[in-house]
Each structure stands twice: as C-alpha cells, then as structure tokens.
C-alpha cells in the first residue's frame, strides 16, 4: 500500500466566462459585430459628416463614376451625391427593419406565451388565428396590406411586423408549452403567485433566449422585406431615399452605370449577411450549455496534446494501466487541470475500486481511457493509457473504435440518458452486437435476448421490445450491462452504476456485476462515492480527491489502516450500526483532525 502526501488544490479559473467572451471567440460573430457597428457608427454620424444634400439635383453632374471629386461614389441619374443618399437611405432602412423587428417580436411573443401558458380553448383560438396568417404567402400578404394602406414607409413597416407575427409567436409558443407544467411553474403557482406574475418571473425569463435569438435571425430578413417593398414603389416615396428605392431607381441604368445600383445593392448585403453571423454568435452566448468558452461542435475523437508525454507501461501483467494522466479542460485561453498524475492498474479478474467525492475527476479518467472527453474543451495533456502493451491515446480512430465494446466497455452512471428513447432495448443490444460481430439478424436477436436473461430481465423476449421509460431504473441498469457484456470484453468501466436506485436494487445490479466478473474472468474499473460498497466488491481500492490518487492499496489494508486524512474521513462518513450519536461527533473529529493535518 503506498500513500501520496497531500497537495494543493488545482488553481481555479478567473472566474466565469462572460457572454461577451463568449461573443469573441466565434470569430464569424464577431466580424459581424464589427461590421454592424461600423454601419451603424457612420449612419449615427450622418447628420455631422460633411455630406451634400441627399436630395439636391444636379444633372449636369448625372452618373458620375466612383472615385470622382467631390463624389466617392459617384451620382446616380439626377445627379444627386450616391454616399450622402446612401448612408442617409441605410438609416432609413435599418430604423425601420429594427422597429419592424420590435413590433413583430412584442406582440408575437406575447400570443406565444399566453397561447403556450393557458393551454385548451385559449391557445386553440390563437393558433387558429396565426394558422390564417400563416396560410397567405408572406410576401403577398405585405403587398396587399400595404396597397390598402397606400404607399408609404410606416405602411410598409406596418405590414413587414404584421406578416413576421407569426414566426414569433410560433417559435415561443413551443418553448413555452414545455415550461407551462414544469415543476418550477407549478411551485410558484403553489407559492400564491397569479398567472401574470408568473409568466413575467417564471415563464418569461426562460423564453427570452428564443425571443433574442428570433430577432437577431429575422432583423436582416425584415430589412430584406422592407427593401423589396421600396423597390416595387410601395416603400420610401421620393425624394426621400432607403436602400429598396435606390435600388429600384438604379435598375435602368444597370448596364451604363452599374455602380447606381450594385452600391445600394452591396450595403444590403453587407447589413444582412452581419446580422445573420451576429445572430448565430448571440444564440450560442444564450446557449448555456456553452459556458465552457466553447463555441464549435466537440470533435469526434478526444484531443491529445502533440507534445504529451507518453510515460512507458509499469505495471506488468494488467490488463489496462494508466500512467501520469493529465486531462484538463479549456477555459478561454486557460487550460484547468480536472485530473492530474494518475497512476492505476487493473489485472484480469480484479476490481479496482476509484473512490472519492462527486467532481473529484473520477469519471474524467474513466471517459480518458475510452478517449471519450468531449474536445472541445477537454484535452488530454500528459500520460499513457495501455490495453495490454497498446497505448490507447496513439491509436488512430478506427482502431480505438474497434476496442470500444470490444475489448473495453463501459456502464455510464444514468442509462435513462445513454439509451435511445426511440428504440426498443433489445434493437439497442443488437446494434451493440453489430457493431464488432457479422451475425445474421435472426441470430444477433437471440442472442440479444439471450444477454437480457443473463443480466436478470424477467420475460426477456416480450422486454426486448419496450422502450426505455417503459423498464424501470434496475432494469435499464440491467440492459445497460448487457449492451456492455455483448462482446465479451476483458474490461468493464463501471461509472456508479448504482447511485440512482434504491438500496435492494443497488444490491442486485453489484450482485450481477460480481457473478459476471467471476464467471467471464474480467477486470473491472468501478467508480463510486461509497466506501460501504468498495468494502464488499472491490479487491483493491484508488482514493481520489481534487483530480489526483492520494491513496491506494488492497481494500482490506487500506479500511483497517489508511493514511491519508481524506480517505479517514470517507471512511467516516459510513455510518455503522449502534454507533448512535456518537457516529456525528466521530466525523466531526475527523474532519477538524483532517484538516489540521492538511494544513501542515
């Protein structure tokens, strides 16, 4: 048994990753952030910037070319300056595709959220009403209010708001049909709260999101309208200028004097195509489950750093050993240590138990060994992982698929979130079959079958063709198992199998995984935060705190006299039967002990 002396504690990151970090790193965002803000810089500076008058005529001066003096960009055909009308027609364009936006968003949202929200006949009526709107095609529809409305920029605004009602109320409506009867809603219902308080404390904050990134994706479509309004002459009216009516006039000098309208032209492309990227950066900052500082779709291998040191094999005779892994996860231009120095092995037929508190880096080893970090953030920086003389992290992708299952496998710690919704279980434990075995389908289904018996399914045939949410938590345990044993692996990484049972489940899931260890000889990796279950499974037992091994050796010498002060005080912390009150003063002491020990 050998015991390691007490480190420091990993460094922390600075503090959490702010959205507008988040912003910068996706690269296409932020060119388009910077774009949107030069456009808009200049269009606020318009009316000090020494421009000519948008609207004097000059016809002598009539289709000058760009660069001409005193024109950058030329004249169109009445002479009048093409830079002055344009940064004063972008003005135009963008207040009202943005107020457009605006409207269109405030009243769309609210019918999704009160649609979503009361449910039955009130959201029946609304959705019938959006179904009308929705039926027409938008742009007809907008042509048709504005030529009942008559010509005119506001007409036109009011008609782009009109027809993009229904994308909100659409959108927001289905998210909020899933917050309506959570558990969160009903607790502030019960807490005395009225329906309006609610939605605006409740319902409203989580649909904000889907409102924000609505509008970031449909502000450039609306602008698109509005400009398709003005270049058919139902938009801005002369001699007031935006974007569709500059377009609209240049057309007929397209090929004596393309500048007049590919300049208006390439001001709309440039707003739009800025809004677009902005909006995918601005939904991926709402996205929580981006916090990382990640903004690209994770790999699908695990990243190796090129310049890891592989440290040789030492533990002879194991059937997996893992020497000095470092795995750390990015955080901005960071990188955080989540396991550090890890040294393990595993013979055939043993169990090793890994043992320690929940975020202590436990199941990061594990998924390490599978090379199943997502990447990004996670990469694995130093160490070695060996299937027998084979170092898993230098193998290329086809090859560690092929061990995965195979060779190794793994049970993940919630099955309900492993398993396939939409899939029948026992189609799962085929597909675990086909994937390292040419079988026929009727003999792969057999022996599907054959492996829900061997884990304990009672009626294995007719529970091959339920659901997941249709078996209970022991018995999807039980499948998840089976999928691991489908290919006779010399390994099994077990990932606290047992934590979400109750106590006689928990006893039959370590029962069926003790027979099949006996009986098929495997090696077994378990991961749990419970020294009562390492003191009646496990041969040897690893303590992990903080991403580091602190203390390892046979379960028994290591119960009877460990040496480390955190592994006292998890054995503390399993209470013994008689002990009474005096199990709390006993853990208290141990841990005020342990911690002065620590600290010296």
Known sequence: MSALAASPAPRRGSGRITSWHLLLNNRLATGGLVLLGLILLLIVLVPILPLPDPDATAPVNRLQPVLTAGHLLGTDQLGRDILSRLLWGTRVSIAVGFAATLIAAGIGSAIGIIAGYAGGRTDNAMMRGIDMLMAFPYILLALAIVAALGPGLMNALYAIALVNIPFFARNVRGVTLGYAHSEFVDAARLSGKGHLSVILTEVLPNVMPVIVITMSTTAGWMILET??????????????????????????????????????????????????????????????????????????????????????????????????????????????PAVRDVSLHVKPGECLGLIGESGSGKSVTALSVMGLVASPPGVIRNGAVYLGNDDVLSMPETRLIAKRGSRLAYVFQDPLTTLHPMYPVG??????????????????????????????????????????????????????????????????????????????????????????????????????????????????????????????????????????????????????????????DRVAGLFAGGKAEVAQ
């Open 427 to 584: 189609r799962q434990v085929e597909e675990a079959i086909a994937a390292h075995q040419q079988v026929r389908a009727a003999e792969r289904r057999e022996k599907a079958v054959a492996l829900l018996e061997k884990v304990g399914i009672p009626d294995a045939r007719e529970r091959s063709v339920h659901y997941p949410h249709q078996l209970s938590g022991g018995q999807r345990q039980r499948v998840g198992i089976a999928m691991a044993l489908a290919n006779d692996p010399e390994i099994i990484i077990a990932d606290e199998p047992t934590t979400a049972l109750d106590v006689t489940v928990q006893a039959r899931i370590l029962e069926l995984l003790r027979d099949l260890q006996r009986e098929q000889g495997m090696a077994l990796l378990f991961i749990t935060h419970d020294f009562g279950i390492v003191s009646e499974f496990c041969d040897r037992v690893a303590v992990m705190k903080d991403g580091e091994i602190v203390e390892t050796g046979k379960t028994r010498e290591v119960l009877a006299n460990p040496q480390h002060p955190y592994t006292k005080r998890l054995i503390a912390c399993v209470p013994e039967l008689g002990t009474g009150e005096r199990f709390l």
């Open 227 to 336: 400009a398709g309004l003005s270049f058919l002459g139902l938009g801005a009216q002369p001699p007031q200028a935006d974007l569709g009516s500059m377009l609209g006039e240049g057309r007929a000098q397209l090929f004596t004097a393309p500048h007049v309208s590919v300049v208006p032209g390439a001001m709309i492309f440039l707003i739009v195509i800025s809004l677009n990227v902005l909006g995918d950066g601005i939904r991926d900052v709402l996205d929580p489950r981006l916090r990382s500082g990640a903004l690209a779709r994770p790999a699908p291998v695990t990243e190796v750093a090129p310049d890891r040191t592989a440290p040789a094999n030492t533990a002879e005779g194991a059937c997996l050993a893992i020497e000095k892994l470092e795995t750390g996860f990015r955080r901005g231009k960071e990188i955080i």
